[in-house]
T-cell receptor, first 113, second 111 residues
Framework: KAGVTQTPRYLIKTRGQQVTLSCSPI?????VSWYQQTPGQGLQFLFE???????NKGNFPGRFSGRQFSNSRSEMNVSTLELGDSALYLC????????????FGPGTRLTVL | AQSVTQPDIHITVSEGASLELRCNYS??????LFWYVQSPGQGLQLLLK??????LVQGIKGFEAEFKRSQSSFNLRKPSVHWSDAAEYFC?????????FGAGTTVTVRA
């Protein structure tokens, strides 16, 4: 079974731009979560989607948003990019919100110049 | 507040030597506990997990972890380290929708 896939793997943007990252979960997994990883803050939860609905959200500004499609694929969007948004963005999937184990993709490395 | 602590930022170990990485958690009730490993530029790979039952958990790549409720700890061990074990290791806990991670421990393996 294929793992979680994320595209693109690398992105370079400039301040003020917006960016969209994509995540395809493991087949049969319907819950997708996003995490931000930075050297200073470590791994932080962004949000979780299930059945095309955002179920939970971490402590991030409204510039960070996401959505989920009927095939469980998810996208996250960051508008008005800031230098501090440079990070590795990780997507994780699990079978459903009650499932205990999340499986991670390789991440998208976003660099904001 | 719920938190996960990994006291060691960096550990250097000789190839063939044993390895132990420490993890402590602070939760109202015992959470689900996990160890993930991350190689440079890669995502997180699940090594093992603990939910309940036997306090010694076996994982992939020869790793094991021991849950100690009295110490709120979930330490990761490997009897004999290989050069390929050089990576960053994250302890994580969950009792609801999200994983809370420790800061990570970087393991360097010397020949």
């Amino acid at each position: 079974k294929a793992g979680v896939t994320q595209t693109p793997r690398y992105l370079i943007k400039t301040r003020g731009q917006q960016v969209t990252l994509s995540c395809s979960p493991i087949s049969g997994h319907r819950s997708v979560s996003w995490y931000q990883q930075t050297p200073g803050q470590g791994l932080q939860f962004l949000f979780e989607y299930f059945s095309e609905t955002q179920r939970n959200k971490g402590n991030f500004p409204g510039r960070f948003s996401g959505r989920q499609f009927s095939n469980s694929r998810s996208e996250m969007n960051v508008s008005t990019l800031e230098l501090g948004d440079s990070a590795l963005y990780l997507c994780a999937s699990r079978t459903g919100p009650q499932a205990d184990t999340q499986y991670f993709g390789p991440g998208t490395r976003l660099t904001v110049l | 507040a719920q938190s996960v602590t990994q006291p060691d930022i960096h550990i250097t170990v000789s190839e063939g030597a044993s390895l132990e990485l420490r993890c402590n958690y602070s939760y109202g009730a015992t959470p689900y506990l996990f160890w993930y490993v991350q190689s440079p530029g890669q995502g997180l790979q699940l090594l093992l997990k603990y939910f309940s039952g036997d306090t010694l958990v076996q994982g992939i790549k020869g790793f094991e972890a021991e849950f100690k409720r009295s110490q709120s700890s979930f330490n990761l061990r490997k009897p004999s380290v290989h050069w390929s074990d050089a990576a960053e290791y994250f302890c994580a806990a969950s009792n609801d929708y999200k994983l809370s991670f420790g800061a990570g421990t970087t393991v360097t393996v010397r020949a």
